[in-house]
């Protein structure tokens, strides 16, 4: 049981650049999520869906967007990278609505 | 009053202390309480969670203390291991709602 997948791991991006961060969640979860983490500011929530089809903004949806493909996939994506958007970024999923099982992580650098 | 405020920031206990996180909220709406224990380079990990109808929760050797009057809860490990060396973060939500609040974490280590 793969349980929260997130791809890629690393990446380096100039300012300016897109890219898409992937999710896929094995669980058969309705919800989804994606939250960034910075040093001494906790998770932040960037974008959630309830469900296949539905997304809603979080507490910091600025400079991204989602996608939730279908029930296992939950995109983010940043059209033009900034380098305030340097951070550790995670996906989530839960059954119902919770928060209960986060991916590994993308650490992107935004140079 | 959406913030849920978490100290200590960090924390050394010798191996079979008791270490105690704390956290305190303002949104009295705030009806669930997970916390997450995260390791370095890995994603956070739910842990234990309360709802405020009970005062207490044991899990192991993780204990959750609630005050529902003082809006604190608290995370305490019994018989501290270095394997529980890793960062931990409160959260509080209402109920049927998708946004956790999370404090800014504890680093714990845990010294042989």
């Known amino acids: 049981n793969a349980g929260v997948t997130q791809t890629p791991k690393f990446q380096v991006l100039k300012t300016g650049q897109s890219m898409t961060l992937q999710c896929a969640q094995d669980?058969?979860?309705?919800?989804m999520y994606w939250y960034r983490q910075d040093p001494g500011m906790g998770l932040r929530l960037i974008y959630y869906?309830?469900?296949?089809?539905?997304?809603d903004k979080g507490e910091v949806p600025n400079g991204y967007n989602v996608s939730r493909l279908n029930k296992r996939e939950f995109s983010l994506r940043l059209e033009s990278a900034a380098p305030s958007q340097t951070s550790v970024y995670f996906c989530?999923?839960?059954?119902?609505?919770?928060?209960?099982?986060f991916g590994q992580g993308t650490r992107l650098t935004v140079v | 009053q959406q913030q849920v405020k978490q100290s200590p920031q960090s924390l050394i206990v010798q191996k079979g202390g008791i270490p105690i996180i704390n956290c305190a909220y303002e949104?009295?709406?705030?009806?669930?309480f997970p916390w997450y224990q995260q390791f370095p380079g890995k994603g956070p990990a739910l842990l234990i969670a309360?709802?405020?109808?009970?005062s207490e929760k044991k899990e192991g050797r993780f204990t959750i203390s609630f005050n529902k009057s003082a809006k604190q809860f608290s995370l305490h490990i019994m018989d501290s291991q270095p394997g529980d060396s890793a960062t931990y973060f409160c959260?509080?939500?209402?109920?049927?709602?998708?946004?956790?609040?999370f404090g800014t974490g504890t680093r714990l280590k845990v010294l042989a």
């Open positions: 949104n009295t709406a705030f009806d669930y």
């Open positions: 989530a999923s839960g059954p119902r609505v919770s928060v209960a099982f």
């Open positions: 869906s309830a469900s296949e089809g539905t997304t």
């Open positions: 959260a509080a939500t209402t109920s049927g709602t998708y946004k956790y609040i």
């Open positions: 669980m058969n979860h309705n919800s």
């Open positions: 309360i709802r405020p109808d009970v």
